[in-house]
């Protein structure tokens, strides 16, 4: 028989933890007679002094054994390697065993006496399995390259839109505006601006407009002079003096008040400014980029932002869409923001179970791709294994009062298919559009609203159901 390998070509390692040796002889002559490399253990102690010695594929493992358990085996396992693939073997299986084994980690349970066959196959898919998770990465990382922008993901037609303006736009060095909720990433644009611009070789300095009380913000941004007010001992430099020939990025600008609005239009139309207690003026080469949250064109209507300086800083206007209107994007972004999680916690991480994406695709998101990130690093930190599942999120399910329904739970096969049934609405029936939205393809659909009798014509009724 030819040897089993993974799609990179390396090949199976299996690890077989059992305390009996007959168990552990009779499975190494039948996984080597397979093709796989096979090692044994007699104890848990052992076991784990391989798996952190070496990675390993697959560790079979007994439930039943003197001194550290199966159990215990699995929960040090998935610490040591996450990417291992843990089973477990056991003569005394019930509903209980299998369920925490579940939670703990363990990708399946096999009954003692097994045959060869019953083995063979669960190894078999195991293996397809990781083939398809390898298959799926390189993929990503291809789409990622296609759907990136700097730190921005996204294959929205909408994003999209926002990434060819912002590429133009950091080309020139016109003021930008941009705008968008809470979350969206307006200071990560903002960056990405610059760095594509001829003025990435220049410093990048941003200034919060919210985070600081007038007076406070006046002196942040324009520096002062020895004596200027007490405490102001020697002269120092403010953030558009830091900022010279580079970037001042001013977030929230919709927060500053009247006489700061005022310093700042003459800023843009001069490039000058004066220190506090300065009697010189201060020239400076200084592209800015400000953002807010606030509806600035209502400000200026009703009194409370100068409609001169709006037009100054409206020179470049981006908006940058929340969450909920591309959550085609979500599954790009639970991958990308993984990546980084994994690395910045030094935890592995391999993905978000399907009912798992289909709660984040159906969250409302208020506080956009910020919140997105916070519910990832909380359930990495919460999980037992590698793989997120829908009650490491934190997120409410989806009820069935969120269809019309009354206010019982409903199982994670009922939330699917009202999920599906109201993309469907959304979308027309338009199944292609309905599978980019749900990070599926159309055949995945298909067969999803086979098996919940969803019909494009009847995707109303199906969600009353």
Not at 397 to 418: F, I, K, N, Q
Request: proline letters at 4%.
């Amino acid at each position: 028989m030819e040897v089993v390998t993974r799609m990179d070509g390396k090949k199976i390692r299996v690890l077989v933890v059992d305390d009996e040796e007959i168990v552990r002889e009779s499975l190494l002559g039948w996984l080597e007679k397979d093709g796989y490399t096979v090692e044994t253990a007699p104890d848990g102690r052992t076991a784990l002094a391989r798996l952190e010695a070496e990675p390993w594929s697959i560790v079979l493992v007994d439930l039943k054994m003197p001194g550290m358990d199966g159990m215990q085996v699995l929960e040090e396992s998935r610490k040591l390697r996450p990417e291992s693939v843990v089973v477990i073997m056991t003569a005394y299986a019930t509903v209980d065993t299998a369920v925490t084994a579940m939670k703990k980690g363990a990708y399946d349970y096999l009954v003692k006496p097994f045959d060869p066959e019953e083995l063979s196959l669960l190894i078999l898919k195991i293996v397809a399995q990781q083939a398809l998770v390898q298959e799926n990465l390189l993929l990503r990382k291809v789409l990622k390259r296609e759907y990136r922008f700097h730190d921005f993901v996204s294959k929205s037609a909408g994003m999209q839109a926002v990434f060819v303006l912002a590429r133009a736009a950091a080309r020139t060095s016109s003021t930008i505006l941009i705008q968008g909720e809470s979350g969206t990433g307006k200071e990560l644009l903002a960056r990405a601006i610059h760095t594509e611009s001829p003025r990435s070789h220049g410093p990048f300095v941003a200034v919060s407009c919210a985070a600081l009380a007038e007076s406070l913000l006046e002196s942040e941004l324009f520096g002062h002079e020895r004596g200027a007010f007490t405490g102001a001992v020697a002269r120092r430099k403010g953030k558009l003096e830091t900022a010279h020939g580079g970037t001042l990025f001013l977030d929230e600008i919709g927060d500053v008040g009247a006489k700061l609005q005022l310093d700042l239009l003459r800023v843009l139309e001069e490039r000058t400014f004066d220190r506090l207690g300065g009697t010189e003026p201060v020239q400076v080469d200084v592209r800015v980029i400000a953002a807010t949250n606030r509806d600035l064109r209502k400000a200026v209507e009703e009194g409370r932002f100068r409609e001169d300086l709006y037009y100054r800083l409206n020179v470049i206007p981006v908006t940058l869409p929340p969450l909920r209107e591309r959550r085609e994007d979500i599954p790009l972004l639970v991958d990308h923001l993984l990546e980084q999680l994994a690395v910045e916690m030094g935890k592995t991480v391999q993905g978000v179970s399907a009912d798992a994406m289909a709660v984040l695709i159906a969250s409302p998101w208020p506080g956009n791709v910020r919140e997105l990130r916070n519910v990832l690093e909380r359930a990495i930190v919460i999980a037992p294994g590698s793989i997120l599942r829908p009650a490491d999120l934190g997120l409410p399910l989806p009820s069935a009062g969120d269809t019309g329904g009354g206010d019982e739970p409903v199982s994670l096969e009922d939330v699917e298919r009202r999920h599906i049934a109201h993309v469907l609405r959304r979308t027309g029936g338009n199944v292609s559009q309905a599978a980019r939205l749900l990070g599926i393809d159309r055949v995945t659909l298909y067969n999803k609203m086979r098996k919940y009798q969803l019909r494009k014509d009847e995707e109303d009724s199906a969600a009353g159901r």
